[in-house]
């Protein structure tokens, strides 16, 4: 008998064929996802480097609808989001006439407004990341179980030519080997994957700490000074 990968592949049971072409769109969604969410963190990153240059001077010079607007032309950065929701949320209570006492009560809006943008952003990080999980965690299940088809289909063929050479076995052990292969490489792929993304999501995590401590630093000092923050 020949062994191939068409022989094999036609000589498979039809719940076999079925494991391998469900593996396989376990595997184009794995490489679908990966694909994606590289580009999307490459994004973030890029922006929200040139989001950190570029902010820093009109915070310096306490123009804060300047570095609202600022935020705005990098949508895709994660810290652009977090501390624009803050400014915006500062601004906004300054605008309608906060001061004084209500000082503090506008540094606290603002926070809770970086932590509601916050959630949105890990939200929009994780997207994918629990199919990968999934993936990663059944596929190797999968695996096994066209494994256990294989091996029965091998004793079948056992019992169809009433001897137990490798010949009356090969085809079923084929199988169950290359469902088990197929298996264990979708699953590893994607726990891999579902672990670099995961590291990433962590870095950028501590990014948008950073900088929203930043900020929240940025308003008690200023207000502390009694400095105006220019609207425009």
């Known amino acids: 008998m020949s062994f191939d990968i068409q022989h094999i592949w036609q000589s498979m049971t039809i719940i076999n064929k079925g494991v391998i072409f469900i ?107 629990a199919g990968l999980a999934t993936i990663g965690s059944i596929a190797v299940f999968i695996g096994l179980f066209g494994t256990v088809i294989g091996i029965i289909n091998a004793f079948s063929g056992m019992a169809m030519t009433g001897s137990g050479g490798i010949g009356a076995v090969s085809a079923g052990i084929a199988e169950a080997l290359i469902a088990t292969a197929t298996g264990l490489v979708v699953a590893i792929f994607a726990v891999w994957m579902f672990n670099v993304f995961l590291n990433k999501i962590e870095r950028f995590q501590i990014e948008m700490t950073n900088a929203t401590s930043e900020i929240i630093d940025y308003f008690i000092k200023r207000r502390a000074a009694g400095v105006t923050l220019r609207a425009s």
């Open 23 to 129: 593996l396989i769109l376990m595997s184009i969604y794995s490489v679908t996802v990966t694909i994606e969410r590289f580009l999307f963190f490459s994004k973030a990153r890029k922006q929200s480097l040139a989001f950190a240059r570029g902010v820093s001077g009109f915070l310096k010079s306490d123009n804060l609808q300047g570095a609202i607007d600022s935020s705005k032309k990098f949508p895709h950065s994660h810290v652009a989001r977090v501390v624009a929701a803050g400014m915006l949320e500062f601004k906004n209570d300054a605008d309608a006439g906060g001061g004084g006492v209500v000082g503090h009560d506008m540094i606290e809006a603002a926070e809770r407004a970086i932590e509601r943008e916050s959630l949105l952003v890990s939200a929009d990080f994780k997207r994918g990341l």
